[in-house]
C-alpha cells in the first residue's frame, strides 16, 4: 500500500518525531530541521543536466562530518567520462545548503574549486570553476535552470524503529537548462529548446550507513518528456517509494521492482520489472575499450547508458517504448 499525501504538513511532530508517512505529487512536507531533535542531519542537492550529446551529473553533500562536491561530465556522442570530487573535514566549517528551494545561496572555494549555487523563484543558477578536472583538464560551467511546469515526487519515511530518524527525498524533472559547458578543449552549448534537468533533494537522519541505488532517464520520447525514476531507499516502505515515472510532467507512481543483474558488474545489463508485464525494463551501459562508461567519485558511482523495453500502464492506450533512451545508474553509500 502506498499512501498519497494531499495536504501541506509537517515533517516533524512537536517531539521531534516524524509520523506522517507516504508521497505526493507535489513538496506538502515542511522541513524545519530545528523541529528534529534527532541529532546530526544530512544534505545533499543533486543536479543532473542532458541534452544528447552531454551529461552534466553535479551533487553537493552536507554528511555532518563531511562536505562533498562530485562532479561527472559524460560525451555522450565521442563516449567518455571526467570526473573528479573534492570530500572535506567540515567540523568547523559551516556548508549548509539551502532549505529553500525558491531563494538560498551556497559558495564553496577552495584551492582548486569554485562553486556557486543560487535558488530563485524561477529556477537555479551553477557557475563552477575546477581547476585539473580529473587531473586532466580544467572545468568551466555556467549554467540557469529554469523552472516550468509539472508534479514532482516527494516522499517521506520515517524508521520503523525510532521515529526520530527520517528520510525526506525531492525528485523534481521540471528544469530546462541554458549555458555552456567547458571542458580542456571541448565546450558543449546548452540551450532551453533541447537541454533538461533534474533537480535530486535529499534530506535524512539515520543510525546506521545505507547502500542506494537509482535508475534515472530524462529524455524525449515521441514528442514527450519522459522522466523515471526507480529507487531503494531507506526508511519505512510501507507506505511509499520513490519508484515512479513521468509524461510530460505527470507523474505515475510504481510499485515494488525487481532488479537483477549480474553479480553487480557495471559492464553488463541490469533488469527492471514490475507486475504483470507491467514494467519490463533492461540498462545496458555505453562500454569504452570494454569498460563500462563511469564515474567514480569517492562512494557515488554514476553509469551511462541505454534503456530498452517498455513501462505499460491502464489509463495509456498504448505502453511507452524506452528502447534506445538514455539513461544512468547511480549507486551511492550513505
Known amino acids: 500500500m502506498q499512501h498519497e499525501i494531499l495536504e501541506p504538513c509537517n515533517v516533524f511532530e512537536q517531539n521531534g518525531e516524524v509520523m506522517q508517512a507516504g508521497w505526493a505529487k507535489s513538496p506538502v512536507f515542511i522541513y524545519n530541521k530545528q523541529q528534529s531533535k534527532s541529532g546530526r542531519h544530512s544534505e545533499r542537492d543533486c543536479y543532473f543536466i542532458n541534452n544528447g550529446e552531454v551529461s552534466l551529473y553535479l551533487s553537493v553533500e552536507n554528511l555532518g562530518l563531511e562536505f562533498a562536491v562530485k562532479i561527472a561530465v559524460a560525451d555522450l ?9 573534492v570530500v572535506k573535514k567540515v567540523s568547523l566549517i559551516n556548508n549548509n545548503l539551502p532549505e529553500s528551494g525558491n531563494n538560498g545561496e551556497l559558495i ?79 565546450e558543449y552549448t ?13 534530506r535524512f537522519s539515520k543510525p546506521r550507513k545505507h547502500n542506494y541505488q537509482r535508475l534515472s532517464s530524462d529524455c524525449i520520447i515521441n514528442g514527450k518528456r519522459f522522466s523515471l525514476c526507480l529507487a531503494n531507499r531507506v526508511g519505512d516502505n510501507r507506505y511509499g517509494n520513490e519508484n515512479s515515472f513521468f509524461v510530460d510532467g505527470k507523474i505515475e507512481k510504481l510499485s515494488q521492482i525487481n532488479v537483477k543483474s549480474t553479480n553487480g558488474r557495471f559492464d553488463r545489463p541490469y533488469y527492471f520489472k514490475a507486475g504483470y508485464s507491467a514494467l519490463d525494463i533492461t540498462f545496458r551501459p555505453f ?48
Not at 530563485?120 to 540557469?144: A, E, H, Q, S
Open 77 to 85: 556522442k565521442r563516449g567518455g567520462v571526467i570526473s573528479d570530487y
Open 108 to 186: 564553496y572555494t577552495d584551492k582548486r574549486l569554485q562553486l556557486q549555487l543560487t535558488n530563485t523563484t524561477d529556477g537555479r543558477f551553477i557557475k563552477c570553476d575546477f581547476i585539473d578536472f580529473g587531473g586532466l583538464k580544467n572545468l568551466y560551467c555556467n549554467i540557469n535552470l529554469k523552472k516550468i511546469s509539472g508534479e514532482s515526487l516527494n516522499e517521506l519515511a520515517p524508521f520503523e524503529r525510532n521515529r526520530k530518524y527520517f528520510y525526506l527525498k525531492r525528485f523534481v524533472p521540471k528544469f530546462v537548462a541554458s549555458g555552456v559547458i567547458k571542458v580542456g578543449g571541448m
Open 190 to 202: 546548452l540551450n532551453e529548446n533541447t537541454a533538461r534537468a533534474y533537480f535530486d533533494w535529499t
Open 287 to 334: 562500454t569504452v575499450k570494454g569498460e563500462a562508461m563511469s564515474a567514480v567519485m569517492d562512494k557515488t558511482t554514476v553509469v551511462f547508458g541505454m534503456l530498452y523495453g517498455s513501462i505499460k500502464r491502464v489509463n495509456y492506450d498504448k505502453p511507452i517504448i524506452l528502447d534506445n533512451s538514455q539513461a544512468h545508474l547511480i549507486f551511492s553509500e550513505f
